[in-house]
């Protein structure tokens, strides 16, 4: 079946890359279109999947079976010429006259309900999705270009750095709607309530690490939704963190018949399903918070717990060590992140609420729907305060818990100070035994230098004379005879003696010098964190290499680096 569409829609989705440009209600959004198009633009590298083997598009759709009842299907869409099928776009241009052309761009009307999820394997990672597909899906559904401010959390370039974004907005039509939006054959009427928001929630990651950061991961998912006032049929878009969202609406709105709470024969049972869904996404953000600040609760009490009961006459207790004010730093910084990304949500249930309630009030909402309307908007607003109460309490338990991080960080800093000084006291007793030793040494090799000094010159004198290298004649005449044989062999002897004296000398200097440096060491071992240092330096080190790096040390070489 081939739909009549306006002229201006069939322009709009024609040109669907470079969108958001050529959007039918691009007007209303001004000079905002051209920033947002080149913050996509900057980010195409980043945020989509460059291979199309990757893609992948889960979809959901709610429509009547002609049996007065309505069935939920749902399909996974592998390639863009899947995604164009299930759209009903059959259209073809002939690549040599763009004027001629085969098929239509939309034959096949949209269902009661549609739900389209942007796959996502983690914050960092792209949508798993081609630009085209991305923008052929936007453009088809007109769907409001701030949602691109949404979807440029994901791809990051920084780990989690866009967490800390978080935006509500939203657009109403009641009157006077874009001609180009009003297709009655894919049931557009124009006139339509559309909201987009981002939500985060923290799902437990690794239930086997004891690390909150590598336990816990806070996941952020971007939503659009358009509810038309004069068909009652609703339109979900969904960027979907690992599919969490995905799995949460599969739970109340399951392949077959839809169950009972969600209704579509009607404007007011589709107004009540799609609070509802907004209901199943509060849920989904606000449930796990509770576990998550427990979980931080327990690891800084157990990480702290000892510099509280630490126990200054007991030599024996374990030292806090510096590195634990650092990790104290770092889980502070999780709980104040996590108290914002809930404040963040708090303020989007809000505007989500106060949205709905102008929505209802205003005279030009549908008359005859307005009394059904109002009461499923009660039951909405009592069910979302008690997603922000509790999300407020939780608030309020982070900002506490942060407050004793912090007082428990400034104790671990001032016992780290003090076991600091400590070893700084024992460092300075050690160089005063060392200098007193040496002052001791000085004094004997001063008293054995002034021997030597007497004692040398007449030592060398006679035993050189007593040699027959210089010899007198005792036959009563002055003579002196001189030997040079005698004198070669007194230095072949003496020379080679020399030379292993100094090398004895030098050895044994070198060794003593290492020698007080493990005393020195040794001084230093009931230090735990210098234990623990030297533990890790030495952990794979063999006898042979300490031998080898002694030798190295004797000769004045720096031993090799371990690979």
Known sequence: ????????????????????????????????????????????TTLFTETPEDLVIPVREIQSNGQGHFEISKLNLLSEQKL?????????????????????????PDP??????????????????????LLRVLTYHQVMPTYIDLLLVYGAEEKDRELRYGAFRTRTTFIDPEPGNVIPDLKRSGRQHEICYSLKAVTLKDPTNQRPGHRWRIRQSAIYHRLDLGTASALWIIADPREAVKKVIGEILPEGLVPRGFSFDSFSGSFNSSL????????????????????????????????LLFD???????????????????????????????????????????????????????????????????????RMDEFIYDLQMQVDRGKILSQITKDRKNIV??????????????????????????????????????????YLPPTFVSTFFSTDVIKYSDNGEDQVYFSQNALNGFLYVTIPLWIITLLVVTIYYKWESWRRGQLARGFLSHDPDVVESWARTTANTDDHAKLRSFIQHIFSKEPKSSP
């Open 112 to 133: 009661q309900c549609r739900f389209i999820f942007l796959i996502v394997d983690s914050p960092l990672a792209p949508l798993e999705m081609t630009r085209d597909c």
């Open 413 to 454: 800093l001032q016992q780290a100070q003090m076991h600091t000084a400590a070893k700084q006291e024992r460092l300075a007793d050690s160089m005063w035994q060392f200098a007193e030793r040496g002052q001791k040494e000085a004094i004997a090799m001063r008293t054995v230098t002034i021997i030597t000094l007497v």
């Open 276 to 307: 509802e869904t907004h209901l199943v996404l509060a849920h989904w953000a606000s449930d796990e918070w509770r576990w998550y600040l427990r979980t931080l609760e327990e690891t800084i009490d157990n990480l702290t717990r000892p510099a």
């Open 1 to 44: 079946m081939t739909i009549d569409l306006p002229t201006d829609f069939s322009e709009s989705y024609l040109k669907f890359k470079k969108y958001p440009h050529f959007l039918v209600s691009s007007a209303a959004y001004g000079p905002a279109l051209w920033s947002l198009r080149d913050r996509l633009n900057r980010k195409k």
């Open 312 to 382: 200054y006459s007991d030599q024996l207790q374990p030292r806090i060590r510096p590195l634990a004010a650092l990790r104290v730093q770092e889980y502070e910084e999780q709980i104040m992140e996590a108290v914002m990304v809930m404040e963040s949500n708090i303020k989007i249930m809000e505007s989500i609420l106060s949205s709905y309630k102008t929505l209802v009030e205003d005279p030009d909402f549908p008359s005859g729907e307005v009394a059904l309307c109002r009461k499923s908007l009660k039951m909405f607003s009592m």
């Open 84 to 108: 164009k099928t299930w759209l009903g776009d059959t259209y073809i241009s002939d690549p040599n006259d763009p004027a001629k052309f085969t098929g239509a761009l939309a034959t096949r």
